[in-house]
């Protein structure tokens, strides 16, 4: 399955493109080739996609398919589809073609990434803070103390 996966990969960055991008890919199928007795060449390959990516400025649906199959490439050789990375797979695509899709007019927008991040992770490792006896979650930084 890898084999289409990187094929798919290869196949979608190269649809606009020079004779210069049209060799990195050629060298990147070659990586693909080299992929199935050595999982190394499988990372060569992605990184060889995403140089024919950033010479050619491929339409973002194509860059999302290619980026998407090579994810699915790298987990493939390197282990197993399961249903939630297929899910984190397809769920960052779309979320990917939306940002591209919907062209915002502010510039700060970025600027919050880092901070809409931190809190995604904060609110993702809460119940990992939890007290195990009671299931309490508390703040690590929170300096309250149990009397007793």
């Known amino acids: 399955m890898s084999p289409l996966f990187g094929a ?3 196949l979608t960055a ?32 992605v990184l060889l996609t995403v140089v024919a990516l950033a010479l050619s400025d491929p339409s973002p649906l194509f860059a999302a398919v290619s980026g998407l199959s090579a994810a699915a490439y790298l987990v493939t050789r390197h282990g197993t589809l399961t249903i939630p990375t297929v899910a984190g797979l397809i769920g960052f695509t779309a979320a990917g073609v939306v940002a591209t899709a919907v062209a915002l007019p502010v510039s700060w927008i970025p600027l919050l990434a880092p901070a809409v991040i931190a809190g995604v992770l904060i609110v993702a490792a809460l119940p990992l803070l939890g007290d195990e006896r009671t299931g309490d979650i508390r703040a690590p930084w929170s300096d309250r103390r149990e009397s007793g």
């Open 8 to 10: 798919l990969m290869v």
């Open 14 to 45: 190269g649809a606009t493109g020079g004779p210069v991008v049209l060799a990195v890919l050629g060298l990147a199928l070659v990586a693909v080739a080299a992929g199935l007795a050595d999982r190394r060449a499988a990372t060569v390959a």
